[in-house]
């Protein structure tokens, strides 16, 4: 028994070194890729277009590039992690990119092989690591949670293989599952979001106030959220009164409070300050692309 138990022990052994022998797996490239840099100002059009075999970056900066080839594109969106680091050219200039490859999924397109892009022609090196970062703590007011279960038959599915999704039939639900839309109307600012998780909901949260908004309510499924708010207390940040989001001064209208507040008396929740260890992506070294 001890020797067949050697051999065997022996045998792993030689299998682990075979297979760490193994070469890296070769990147998968685009089939054919342009990468233009944008002179002057943006012209109009969609920021992305998407769909099988075929990706379309519309005005994009290197930043913004690495953070989308970095972070999952999930029904709920496109969910962007930090990046830090790198010269201050990644964040002024824009870039239009033309990618395909037959047969590629969404998934691939928008991660590893626009990845493998970016190491290929701007000769990017990044590496991911947490950071204690200053964030809002989105956790269950005094009183309990004042949400409102995700009504399924009040959104569609939709094809996230095709982004932007094609529009809704006029006679079908007012919106997608797991979208966000906000506007200001008559100087309140309005969040819709239709049955999403907190998380996601939290995300949409950290665009509005500037800094990431971590889910801590412990609370799971999928809700229909609605907020009004002051406009200028989302884009701005909280005023702060002894270390504790305040009231927007001097509301024109009953629901223009800050957001914070707002987050409270609406929907039961509660923004704190705190720190959380987030993961960021540091750029190592980039280079302006090489041509086409």
């Not at 005005?59 to 029904?75: E, M």
């Not at 397109?109 to 970062?133: A, I, N, W, Y």
């Amino acid at each position: 028994m001890q020797g067949t138990i050697t051999r065997l022990a022996s045998a792993l052994s030689l299998t682990a070194l075979s297979l760490c022998a193994q070469p890296a797996a070769t990147p998968r490239l685009f089939d054919v890729a342009s990468i233009k840099k944008v002179d002057g100002a943006c012209p109009a059009g969609p920021p992305i277009r998407l769909t099988p075999g075929r990706l379309v970056l519309h005005c994009w900066t290197a930043r913004q590039l690495i953070a989308f080839a970095h972070s999952p594109l999930t029904a709920y969106d496109h969910d962007n992690i930090p990046v830090i680091g790198g010269p201050l050219w990644i964040t002024s200039v824009r870039y239009d990119i033309e990618a395909k490859s037959e047969g590629a999924t969404v998934t691939d397109l928008t991660g590893v092989m626009l990845l493998d892009l970016l190491t290929e022609r701007f000769h990017l090196q990044t590496h991911k690591e947490p950071r204690s970062t200053p964030v809002y703590l989105l956790t269950v007011a005094p009183g309990g949670p004042k949400l409102k279960p995700a009504d399924s038959s009040a959104c569609v599915i939709r094809d996230t293989s095709i982004f932007p999704p094609p529009p809704i039939p006029p006679d079908g639900p007012v919106e997608f599952c797991g979208r966000t839309a906000s506007h200001t109307k008559d100087g309140v600012r309005v969040i819709d979001s239709y049955s999403v998780p907190l998380e996601a909901f939290a995300a949409v949260l950290s665009s509005h106030i500037g800094r990431p908004v971590v889910d801590r309510t412990g609370l799971t499924g999928t809700w229909d959220i609605h907020l009004e708010s002051a406009p200028e207390s989302i884009s701005s940040g909280p005023v702060m009164l002894n270390g504790e989001p305040a009231s927007s001064p001097n509301p024109d209208d009953s629901r223009a409070v800050s957001v914070f507040t707002a987050i409270q008396k609406q929907l039961g929740l509660k923004l704190t300050a705190g720190t959380a260890p987030i993961d960021v992506v540091v750029v190592d070294s980039i280079d302006e692309p090489t041509a086409n």
